[in-house]
């Protein structure tokens, strides 16, 4: 294979990736019969990404030497919730030392799992100075938390200037429009289009369509695509997210968002969503036994 070929192949790997497009994307890895780094990085990921941790675990050993072990973390951190804790100390103390001598995907996987953890102040600080694109559009994302609209365009010019044509440029030009929020929804919506035509329609592309119908009240076309969206994967958490916004914005009746809500807490229990939900339930719960009524006692042996 010469090395236009192979950094061809790598590109395709790399947009399907992006894209979410992830057995495509394994499929592409599995095409090159050529030993690479890059290529099994993205496989990896792919499987983390479909929760395929297994596969991950199996194959990457604890013992192993090379970058690939941060993809074993990943998948340990995603599939054992005892084991999170024990993870986060372990990137903790690997970026005690110069972060400029790690391999990259040490820097991607560290600040997702701290993403992960709602610590982004930490997740920027490994990030900051890397101009790799993955790298940047992370940043991006902290910032978007933290409600750093301003902040955020800064990288995305950054993220232009090195290549605004990349995928990833493009993906992020996306999340950042859709921020901002008003006019810049059209152009989201343009922009994951045009990866729709480029590549393929995603779960992930479409669900970015669905939240700018959602964000210019045009629920009948956001409910469309997101009945598409379940078609596909009836448990997505993306497309349930969306289905619970969307029913709640149309004021339909509250048993369509229950059954939402239901299935996302039991089927992603990990999920961000179900943590804040069930933290703002435990509070609720003190609430009502901190000021309820003290009295217990039935209603018709008070009135008697």
Not at 71 to 76: T, V
Not at 121 to 142: D, R
Not at 172 to 195: R, T, V
């Amino acid at each position: 294979m010469n090395r236009n070929n192979e950094v061809s192949e790598l590109i395709d790997v790399e947009n399907a990736f992006y894209i979410g497009n992830y057995q495509t994307c394994i499929n592409e890895c599995n095409k090159i019969s050529k030993a690479s780094l890059e290529k099994d990085i993205f496989m990896y990921r792919s499987y983390i990404a479909q929760h395929k941790y297994r596969v991950v675990l199996d194959e990457i050993k604890s013992s192993n030497d090379t970058p690939l072990l941060a993809l074993r973390y990943l998948a340990e951190y995603m599939s054992n919730s005892a084991r999170k804790e024990a993870i986060v100390s372990i990137f903790d103390e690997k970026f005690q030392g110069d972060i400029n001598e790690l391999h990259v995907v040490w820097i991607i996987v560290g600040a997702i799992i701290y993403c992960n953890e709602e610590t982004y102040e930490t997740a920027m600080k490994v990030l900051v100075g890397n101009f790799n694109l993955e790298c940047l559009s992370l940043h991006m994302h902290c910032l978007l938390k933290m409600s750093r609209v301003d902040l955020a365009k800064q990288v995305a010019t950054t993220m232009q200037e090195k290549d605004d044509d990349a995928t990833l440029t493009q993906l992020s030009q996306a999340w950042l429009n859709i921020q901002i929020g008003g006019e810049k929804l059209q152009d989201a919506f343009f922009i994951f289009q045009d990866l729709c035509d480029k590549f393929s329609p995603t779960l992930l592309l479409l669900n970015g369509q669905a939240v700018c119908y959602i964000g210019q009240q045009k629920y009948d076309d956001a409910e469309q695509v997101l009945r598409e969206c379940l078609n596909r994967d009836p448990n997505n958490y993306d497309t349930l997210i969306n289905l619970l916004a969307l029913s709640q914005q149309r004021d339909k009746s509250s048993s369509q968002f229950s059954r939402y809500l239901a299935q996302i807490l039991d089927d992603h229990k990990g999920s961000s969503l179900v943590a804040a939900y069930n933290k703002r339930q435990a509070e609720f719960d003190r609430l009502v036994l901190q000021f309820g009524p003290s009295n217990s006692k039935p209603i018709d042996e008070i009135v008697a």
